[in-house]
């Protein structure tokens, strides 16, 4: 089966799906039998789009997986979208919690769980013939604050990284003195927040602690 879909929120990917017609600005969704009924119009990505995949067309990727397969898990969907969590969460919500209930969720509960699995609502109707299905909304202040963290956290990252590169072997309060120092021009880091970068690192193999001095740090190449 080959569905896969590289469609990150924040980042670029082009979705090529043949549709009915390419005029329409909104998902049609009416009575259908299959997906590919149900997802009749929306935009294809231009060049200038190709960086961010609207909501539209993210809700319609995760309908056209129906067409290889009627049931999926929420982990395949996750792996299949190459999606993370929380935009999975937020799209498979939109399409099967809200008010229209284009999927059947099992089990049938008002939130997403990673044990859920999902079948198309061949019996979806509305009489409607556009509809729009919103995403829920996503906590703003949350997102921001999540965003300038991951942010800090790569700075304290590279910073460290370039100054056991350098410096080769250093003990943790030169580390930490010489990392504050270099981020001074951006950000004053806590010194909690170095250690447990410098413990990141280590678990993922940049640095190790001296055998002789736990105090003492080495970068590996």
């Keep these: 089966m080959n569905t896969r879909t590289q469609l990150p929120i924040r980042h670029q990917t082009k979705l090529q799906i043949q549709t009915k017609q390419w005029n329409s600005k909104r998902s049609r969704i009416h009575s259908a039998s299959s997906p590919k009924d149900l997802v009749e119009s929306y935009p294809g990505p231009s060049h200038q789009q190709q960086r961010n995949a609207s909501p539209v067309q993210l809700q319609a990727a995760l309908l056209l997986l129906f067409n290889t397969t009627d049931r999926w898990s929420y982990s395949d969907i996750v792996n299949e979208l190459n999606l993370n969590d929380d935009d999975v969460v937020r799209l498979l919500h939109s399409l099967s919690c809200a008010k229209y209930k284009i999927l059947n969720k099992e089990p049938a509960t008002k939130t997403i769980s990673p044990t859920d699995h999902f079948e198309f609502n061949s019996k979806f109707t509305d009489k409607m013939r556009r509809i729009k299905v919103p995403l ?28 056991m590169k350098s410096r080769k072997v250093l003990n ?13 021009h951006m950000f004053k880091p806590g010194f909690k927040a170095i250690k447990k970068r410098i413990e990141d690192l280590i678990t993922r193999d940049y640095l190790e602690i001296d055998k002789d001095n736990p105090d003492l740090f080495k970068y590996l190449a």
Excluded: F, G, N, T
């Excluded at 943790?172 to 270099?182: D, M, R, T, W």
């Design 136 to 163: 829920p909304p996503v906590d703003e202040k949350k997102k921001v604050i999540e965003d300038v963290d991951k942010d800090w956290r790569y700075a304290i990252d590279a910073s460290i990284v370039r100054i």
């Design 172 to 184: 943790h309060q030169q580390l930490v003195s010489e990392c504050v120092e270099q981020l001074s």
